[in-house]
């Protein structure tokens, strides 16, 4: 896992599923769809992917075309360093 697919799953981990094993959470795990995330945990996650990597993720962007697993979530911070 790449470092930035390692860094936003251990935020997931820590902020949204304390106490989950790691194992439980892989790179194409369904984070919004799966209920992982709803509206305010995806705001907190957008406000930490901004603040970490020094982007700015547009509104449209917060959905779960974009954000919807670590795998969909790290390329589109890839995407925003470019």
């Known amino acids: 896992m790449d470092p930035i697919a390692q860094a936003v799953r251990d935020y997931i981990l820590e902020e949204f599923l304390p106490g989950t094993p790691a194992s439980e959470l892989n790179a194409d795990t369904p984070l919004i769809t799966g209920g992982v995330l709803d509206s305010l945990a995806t705001i907190k996650l957008v406000s930490f992917l901004e603040e970490q990597y020094n982007i700015t993720i547009e509104p449209h962007e ?21």
């Open 62 to 82: 917060a959905n779960v075309d974009y954000l919807n697993s670590v795998d969909d979530i790290a390329k589109l911070v890839r995407q925003k360093q470019g």
